[in-house]
């Protein structure tokens, strides 16, 4: 990895594709926060990590890559966030008044996570999904699992899911 400009970070993050899952480092300004960039103006057409592991589904079982870097195209991306124990804070007010958690399951590629929208006291999960035109939506306390990988257990206090790609149950 070439030497770091003044003005950026790394920050350790795990991103979801249909088929795989990646963990390693980006590279992004000093100013950014991690968990929200992907909402950001000027996010690259493929989201470059160093020293990544990546888990591949494609077979059983699911197959172990590193490499020391790897370009995801961003269009793949279905979920982001900071690897645990790193965290940003939150992004919305706790004190808005008017709005609710929405306890949800969703399916991202092969993973399913146990998660929470915030959404309009007003509204109903389906209308919030009809209307909602976010490329990336947030979702809060987040435990992550797989099928495939029983001893995969991650929780995050926030991510974002790409809402085009995902999968909303309620139970």
């Not at 699992?145 to 206090?157: A, D, E, I, K, R």
Request: no cysteine; aromatic share 8%; charged share 15%.
């Amino acid at each position: 990895m070439k030497p770091l400009a003044p003005d950026e970070k790394t920050a350790l993050v795990m991103l979801y594709t249909n088929n795989m899952l990646v963990r390693g480092e980006i590279v992004i300004k000093e100013s950014l926060r991690v968990s929200i960039w992907l909402r950001t103006q000027g996010v690259p057409n493929y989201i470059h990590l160093h020293s990544p592991n990546v888990i591949l589904f494609g077979g059983t079982p699911p197959k172990s890559l590193a490499y020391s870097e790897i370009f995801v195209p961003t269009a793949d991306v279905i979920g982001f966030h900071l690897a645990p124990p790193a965290q940003d804070p939150l992004d919305y007010d706790a004190g808005e008044v008017n709005r609710r958690m929405q306890p949800v399951d969703l399916l991202v590629g092969s993973f399913m996570l146990k998660a929470q929208l915030r959404i309009s006291t007003q509204t109903e999960l389906a209308t919030f999904l009809d209307v909602s035109r976010s490329s990336w939506t947030s979702v809060y306390e987040a435990d992550i699992s797989n099928p495939y990988l029983p001893q995969f257990n991650v929780h995050v206090p926030m991510m974002l899911v790409n809402p085009n790609h995902v999968s909303f149950g309620m139970a």
